[in-house]
């Protein structure tokens, strides 16, 4: 029986999933469909930056004011998926003090909340800064993990009915006398072709906007502009690091965990998927990150990757470009009743841009209902007996790890722990993910390959990159293989996307590491022959 949903959300991202989960909490059936997996395009290929707001403050009043607010909305909704570091903006030598008297003028007519301190006590703060700094100014930005806030929301939203199907792709928009009827889907794993009805599309796509609008036979003049990065396996500050003049390539660090990430660029590109980073954006970066932390290049470097950005701005491209978002009624635009498409704006703000779009959702619906995600939490909060069974069951200093990426779902963790000791046992030393987790995401309806237990659980994502628990999951994965797939082919795919963002730093520990790791599949194990033999 054909399926059928008030509305119909393409994309996967932040702001789809986020439209998915505010759309349910006011009961509109809603279905979200993403051609990948959840997180794979930019929500988790930036740099983690929370705004304040202070980076657009001078060219980019709204977008600075909207940045400062949500700021405060998420670290109240999003305890589990935000790191409240604070941050600095940190004039360099070579930095204009006209620039920033500037900035500091018109940071505090947006609202947002800048204490000026010395470079004396900037340093003594974050003692890796360049000892040539000029001055500092502390901000209330913060860290995000995109992968944790994208999924947070989708499980929110299921909590109140909304319905999520990955590797789906849309391959046509179908529409009677300029009404959305439905689309037709393409399942990306074997190629099933299904139709689902509803009364409207929410277009929530990022840097396929575009593309999706043309199934439709409807322009959108999205560009996407691509930003690479720089991971180190160090966490260089405390704080994030802002450099303090008119935004440019590698202006800001931002600490994770143990990890301090770098960016970033920006280069117009035709494809909203050009992931690939080359040396010399690298060595540019490192270059100009010198004048924040001078002694950069003695820190090693754990990979590179990048993402690109939604653009849309008639006039202007790339960083001269706003940041703000905007909602398209194609109805106004193209005389096609239903349709609504959802672009630019920034992850800081994604809450709003959802917000904003059901809005109009409801308009065109006729259906009354409050937006309440700025007011409920996107996960529970973990009891404090959970927490502290849970610090029982599981290795030492895993327990906290797990808290944070999973909330109440580390119950799940620690009763199949209870089950059989042997799950306790840690899969992915680098980021404390233990058997029992692995196995519960292995399972999970939407997981299909090792990366997308690796979003889920950060498994591959710390030191080794894989070259130790790559193996160890696909031996977890080998019960749940998805139709024509192979335990072969799952942890190729694995080891060659992390292979991806290796390659164009192989200097230095990060070389030996690599070298390990051939060592390992090669020599060891044999697998590297069989690997590029698909006949095996």
């Not at 509109?28 to 997180?39: F, G, N, P, S, V």
């Not at 635009?333 to 959802?354: E, H, P, Q, S, W």
């Not at 308009?363 to 996107?378: D, G, H, P, S």
């Not at 404090?384 to 327990?399: G, K, S, T």
Request: neutral net charge; glycine residues 8%.
């Amino acid at each position: 029986m054909e399926q059928y949903f008030d509305v119909i959300v393409i994309g996967g991202g932040a702001t789809g999933t986020g439209i998915l989960r505010d759309l349910s909490m006011r009961g509109i059936k809603a279905l979200l469909l993403e051609q990948r997996d959840l997180a794979y395009g930019t929500s988790s290929r930036f740099h983690g930056l929370l705004h304040s707001g202070g980076r657009y403050a001078v060219k980019d009043a709204e977008s600075a004011r909207e940045c400062m607010e949500e700021n405060t909305v998420l670290r109240k909704i999003g305890q589990y998926c935000v790191e409240a570091t604070e941050g600095f903006f940190v004039r360099t030598k070579g930095d204009s003090e006209e620039y920033e008297e500037c900035w500091a003028t018109a940071s505090s007519e947006q609202g947002i909340p800048d204490l000026r301190i010395s470079a004396h006590e900037a340093l003594r703060l974050e003692p890796n800064l360049a000892p040539d700094i000029q001055s500092a100014y502390r901000v209330p930005d913060a860290a995000i993990d995109g992968f944790r806030l994208v999924w947070q929301n989708a499980q929110s939203a299921v909590r109140y009915g909304g319905v999520v199907r990955t590797y789906t792709e849309v391959v046509a928009i179908e529409h009677i006398n300029n009404q959305v009827t439905g689309v037709r889907v393409r399942n990306t794993l074997t190629g099933e072709l299904k139709k689902i009805s509803c009364s409207m599309i929410v277009n929530a796509a990022g840097s396929w906007v575009g593309r999706v609008a043309a199934l439709a036979g409807i322009t959108v003049d999205v560009t996407p502009d691509r930003g690479s990065l720089i991971a180190f396996n160090h966490r260089l500050s405390n704080r994030i690091i802002n450099r303090l003049r008119p935004p440019a390539d590698a202006d800001i660090f931002v600490p994770h965990g143990s990890i301090t990430i770098l960016g970033t660029t920006s280069v117009p590109t035709a494809k909203p998927d050009d992931f690939e980073v080359n040396r010399e954006e690298v060595l540019r970066q490192l270059e100009a990150g010198k004048a924040l932390f001078s002694n950069i290049e003695d820190y090693r470097i754990l990979r590179v990757f990048a993402g690109t950005r939604p653009i849309y701005s008639p006039g202007g491209a790339g960083r001269g470009a706003t940041r703000n978002f905007a909602i398209i009624d194609h109805k106004e635009t193209d005389g096609l009743l239903g349709f609504l498409t959802i672009v630019g704006g920034k992850l800081t703000t994604y809450r709003l841009m959802a917000e904003k779009t059901v809005d109009r959702v409801c308009n065109y619906l006729a259906f009354k209902a409050q937006c309440r995600t700025a007011q409920e939490a996107l996960v529970p909060p973990v009891p404090q007996a959970v927490r502290e069974d849970a610090r029982r069951h599981l290795p030492a200093y895993a327990a906290d790890r797990a808290i944070d990426r999973l909330g109440p779902r580390i119950e799940q963790v620690v009763a199949r722990i209870k089950d059989n000791s042997a799950c306790r046992q840690l899969v992915c030393e680098c980021e404390l993910v233990t058997l029992a987790e692995v196995e519960i995401a292995a399972a999970d309806s939407t997981t299909f390959s090792l990366d997308d237990i690796r979003r889920k659980t950060r498994m591959g994502m710390g030191t080794c990159q894989g070259a130790f628990c790559g193996l160890r999951g696909v031996g977890v994965m080998t019960g749940h293989l998805a139709k024509g797939s192979t335990a072969k082919k799952l942890l190729r795919e694995f080891l060659e996307a992390r292979w991806a963002g290796i390659r164009p730093v192989l200097w230095g520990n990060q070389l030996r590491e690599v070298e390990l790791a051939r060592a390992i599949y090669g020599a060891t194990l044999s697998i590297d022959g069989a690997m590029n033999d698909e006949k095996e």
